[in-house]
């Protein structure tokens, strides 16, 4: 799909998005937040926050001199994003509709740069050149956190029959395993913490790495 088709399939499916994806990554998410370790008065952009399940957990150790800004293509996503940081009174947070192919944001504006089952939305093409404007953001030292599927050097029957049905069906299952770790790598990132989890025997890469200079 392209990004028009992606925005307006999001505000679709927005209202119903946490029924059916909450629970199944909740605990990735999770294990990826706490090895990204958010600290007080650090700089917080999350791309691709959807409903802004993630915004509380950046927001609360960022504290009240930090700064959490969660980016999305969908606007019906960010609705119920912004609901939940004025229901929290998460004054530090905010929400911003943008495409993450092109970050509207200056050089050096963040500390720390966070994605949850995001970069394998991007098609390959464009991977590099997210990961780059990511590292355009950074500021020297700054940390890139995700979680995402991970293609395995030998996939499974599970991981074939996913591409299979991403082949199928790109609408519904919009996302496919990438080579999470080589991909950042190859993007002058410094991989400083890396686990991997499963779902429905898919396997789900965990990383933090670290903006490094240019080889």
């Not at 996503?77 to 939940?84: E, S, V």
Request: proline residues 7%.
């Amino acid at each position: 799909m392209d990004h028009n088709q992606t925005r307006a399939n999001y505000d679709q499916l927005s209202r119903w998005y946490e029924l059916f994806s909450a629970p199944s990554e909740r605990a990735a998410r999770l294990r990826g937040l706490q090895i990204l370790n958010v600290q007080p008065g650090e700089r917080v952009l999350e791309i691709g926050c959807g409903t802004g399940v993630s915004l509380p957990a950046l927001a609360s150790p960022a504290g009240p001199t930090g700064r959490v800004v969660g980016l999305d293509l969908s606007a019906g996503m960010l609705d119920l994003a912004k609901h939940k940081l004025e229901k929290l009174a998460l004054r530090q947070a905010a929400c911003l509709q943008a495409d993450a192919v092109w970050l509207p944001f200056p050089d050096e504006s963040f500390e720390v740069v966070w994605m949850s089952f995001t970069l394998e939305l991007f098609s390959a093409p464009e991977i590099p050149g997210l990961l780059q404007e990511c590292r355009r953001a950074l500021c020297p030292g700054g940390r890139l956190g995700i979680v995402a599927l991970s293609k395995k050097e030998k996939p499974g029957w599970m991981e074939r029959a996913y591409g299979w049905a991403h082949h199928r069906w790109p609408q519904v299952i919009d996302c496919r395993p990438i080579p999470l770790e080589a991909v950042v790598k190859s993007a002058d990132f410094e991989i400083v913490h890396s686990l991997e989890m499963w779902i429905w025997s898919l396997a789900v890469g965990l990383l933090v790495a670290v903006k490094t200079s240019p080889k």
